[in-house]
């Protein structure tokens, strides 16, 4: 009986603030209406005491009043900080697992005629897949975990095709221990290897910038494509990157999308936490 008196309390309070602001107001109607005066005036002639009382019991269900008010802004705020983050973990999850099955299908086939090289892959693999399982889960990552993450990948893409890609990787980070949302970056890459060096049979490249200040942090990815074979990007992924950049950094990020004379640049601004 006491624990459902506990949960109702603020009903309760509620219940009382209601009846105790509605007893002045048809004191004042029913004086009014029935003296015909333009005022009234509370307390004129009673005791002190009993008026600072009066007062006081007001003051007090005014106050109670400002804390549920509170609370309850502080519970709004909190409900949409929770669904955000549900919706991120949620997006986050969903980034790349047509990729891994695709390496698991080139294992198949590699197992038996080089063994070292699908042992190297699979070491790879796994390393991906524990940080898009673990890390990827996170609200923040390292942009040195970023990158290992990365070049994993474009390791394992480079073991995948039986032709020359010129890959390129270019990184300046001052310090590694700046702070990034997880699994950001890796959409535009997959893209390039997917529009772009699926479709040549020679001459494809990929050249990846990853440069971070104090204020910002810019990602940039060009490659070429063949432009009778290959369609511009856009579905899934992006939409799921493009979710996921204005919950994560409102206001505070810059992606461009280029594509002309058989190069796409794809380039990501955030502006750093």
Same mark, same amino acid.
């Given at each position: 009986?006491?624990?459902?008196?506990?949960?109702?309390?603020?009903?309760?309070?509620?219940?009382? /603030?209601?009846?105790?602001? *509605?007893?002045? $107001? %048809?004191?004042? &109607?029913?004086? +009014?209406?029935?003296?015909? !005066?333009?005022?009234?005036?509370f307390?004129?002639?009673?005791?002190?005491?009993? /008026?600072?009382?009066?007062l *006081?019991?007001? $003051? %007090?269900i005014i &106050?109670?009043? +400002?804390?549920?008010?509170? !609370?309850?802004?502080?519970?709004i705020?909190?409900?949409?900080?929770?669904?955000?983050?549900?919706?991120?973990?949620?997006?986050?999850g969903?980034?790349?697992?047509?990729?891994?099955?695709?390496?698991?299908?080139?294992?198949?086939?590699?197992?038996?005629?080089?063994?070292?090289?699908a042992?190297?892959?699979?070491?790879?693999?796994?390393?991906?897949?524990?940080?898009s399982i673990?890390?990827?889960?996170?609200?923040?990552?390292?942009?040195?975990?970023?990158?290992?993450?990365?070049?994993?990948?474009?390791?394992?893409?480079?073991?995948?095709?039986?032709?020359?890609?010129?890959?390129?990787?270019?990184?300046?980070?001052?310090?590694?221990?700046?702070?990034?949302?997880?699994?950001?970056?890796?959409?535009?890459?997959?893209?390039?290897?997917?529009?772009?060096?699926?479709?040549?049979?020679?001459?494809?490249?990929?050249?990846?910038?990853?440069?971070?200040?104090?204020?910002?942090?810019?990602?940039?990815?060009?490659?070429?494509?063949?432009?009778?074979?290959?369609?511009?990007?856009?579905?899934?992924?992006?939409?799921?990157?493009?979710?996921?950049?204005?919950?994560?950094?409102?206001?505070?990020?810059?992606?461009s999308?280029?594509?002309?004379?058989?190069?796409?640049?794809?380039?990501?601004?955030?502006?750093?936490?």
């Open positions: 009986m006491l624990l459902k008196i506990y949960r109702n309390k603020w009903k309760i309070f509620g219940l009382i /603030a209601l009846v105790s602001l *509605s007893i002045p $107001i %048809l004191i004042v &109607a029913t004086v +009014l209406i029935t003296t015909g !005066q333009e005022s009234v005036r307390f004129e002639n009673s005791n002190p005491v009993f /008026a600072v009382l009066i *006081s019991y007001y $003051i %007090l &106050a109670l009043g +400002l804390v549920w008010l509170i !609370q309850q802004i502080i519970s705020f909190r409900l949409k900080n929770e669904t955000v983050k549900m919706e991120l973990r949620h997006l986050q969903q980034v790349n697992p047509h990729f891994f099955f695709n390496i698991l299908n080139n294992l198949y086939g590699m197992v038996e005629k080089d063994t070292r090289r042992q190297d892959l699979i070491i790879k693999l796994s390393d991906m897949m524990r940080y673990h890390e990827g889960q996170r609200e923040y990552v390292t942009l040195a975990e970023e990158v290992d993450y990365l070049k994993n990948y474009v390791a394992l893409h480079q073991m995948r095709y039986h032709k020359t890609i010129d890959v390129q990787f270019a990184v300046d980070i001052p310090d590694e221990e700046w702070k990034v949302r997880p699994l950001l970056f890796i959409i535009l890459t997959e893209n390039a290897f997917k529009h772009g060096v699926e479709q040549l049979r020679s001459g494809a490249f990929i050249h990846i910038r990853l440069q971070a200040t104090s204020r910002s942090i810019e990602f940039e990815v060009t490659n070429n494509f063949d432009p009778e074979a290959a369609a511009a990007p856009s579905g899934v992924g992006l939409k799921n990157l493009r979710r996921r950049l204005n919950l994560a950094y409102p206001k505070r990020h810059e992606l999308l280029h594509r002309s004379d058989g190069i796409y640049k794809a380039s990501l601004k955030l502006q750093s936490v």
